[in-house]
């Protein structure tokens, strides 16, 4: 089994465990390889930890005790080319909340103009709802006082490994 670390054109990072080198590059040269978040099908292959050479290109944070005192907030540290773990981490959480949301929400799918409004004038049970909607019947929504919010639906949303 081998596990690389991977990324998108929009720099989303991801692992993916292919069978061998072979079954990454033949996923990669047939489209079949996208990215969890957007879909991307243009990926690459990121190095990885244990084949990193140490290089004066690389960057590094140090802090002394004595800076330690103009520094606020959280410290994040960086890698030679300039990502964090902060990232991965904020993109991490905003998947886990929009998985929450969707987990707690009826997906009502075109009809969400028609059953936001039998919602809203108590023709049919108050709940969450989500679903597709123009940017006119959004607008016409929110005319009414009924209130509506985008969401990004990305395909890491629909569906999980775990």
Not at 16 to 45: H, K, N, Y
Not at 141 to 150: F, P, Q, S, T
């Amino acid at each position: 089994m081998k596990v690389y670390n991977l990324a998108c054109h929009l720099d989303h990072r991801f692992e993916g465990w292919f069978a061998s080198e072979q079954d990454c590059l033949d996923q990669q040269d047939s489209g079949m390889l996208a990215c969890p978040v957007c879909d991307s099908t243009e990926i690459t292959r990121m190095p990885s930890a244990p084949h990193i050479a140490k290089s004066s290109s690389s960057t590094e944070l140090t802090v002394s005790k004595a800076n330690m005192g103009s520094i606020s907030g959280d410290v994040v540290a960086l890698t030679g080319n300039g990502h964090s773990q902060l990232e991965a981490q904020v993109q991490a959480a905003f998947l886990k909340g929009m998985r929450d949301l969707m987990d707690k929400s009826e997906d009502v799918g075109t009809a969400f103009a028609e059953e936001a409004r039998k919602i809203h004038y108590k023709e049919s049970p108050e709940r969450s709802i989500r679903g597709q909607i123009t940017l006119d019947e959004a607008e016409a929504l929110r005319d009414n006082g009924i209130e509506v919010m985008a969401m990004p639906m990305m395909p890491a949303l629909k569906n999980t490994l775990q």
